[in-house]
């Protein structure tokens, strides 16, 4: 069943069939300050396993934002790759993304559900997004590819 919030004349949905694939790929990889050169193979790769793609949508259908949210639907999730074309930008739709991943009914219960942001620490606190206490608990691997 298609999950989808409504947001003034936009909607955000999480349908996969109405995804821009390439908007995605084009924006993640050209404009984004954390995947930059992120391959097209790697964008579909990352949506068609373990994510969930959420894709806001202006009142002619066209795809102007993306939010993912990388989960086992059941204890843990990831938000991420969020964006908003600058043409629709301040219009509320990127806290209208973090409204419809916390919101969504494979969601709204998991019990950590974090993220990494460079700059926008004020948007997702208003969804309750809040420092790690005790961050020298939690460890990365990096790897080779974007």
């Keep these: 069943m298609t999950f989808e919030l409504p947001c003034g004349e936009y909607v955000v949905s999480d349908d996969p069939g109405r995804l821009d694939r390439d908007l995605i790929h084009r924006w993640l990889s050209e404009s984004s300050y954390w995947a930059g050169g992120r391959t097209r193979e790697t964008v579909d790769r990352s949506l068609d396993h373990g994510s969930i793609g959420f894709g806001v949508y202006a009142p002619d259908g066209a795809m102007v934002g993306f939010a993912r ?20 930008r301040g219009k509320g739709l990127g806290g209208a993304l973090v ?3 916390v919101e969504h009914p494979d969601l709204r219960n998991i019990k950590r559900f974090v993220l990494a942001t460079a700059d926008g620490q004020g948007l997702y606190a208003k969804y309750g997004f809040e420092v790690i206490d005790n961050p020298e608990r939690w460890m990365i691997r990096r790897g080779d590819t974007a």
């Design 69 to 88: 949210v990388v989960t086992d639907r059941a204890t843990f999730g990831w938000l991420c790759d969020v964006f908003v074309i600058e043409e629709h």
């Design 99 to 101: 409204q419809a991943a």
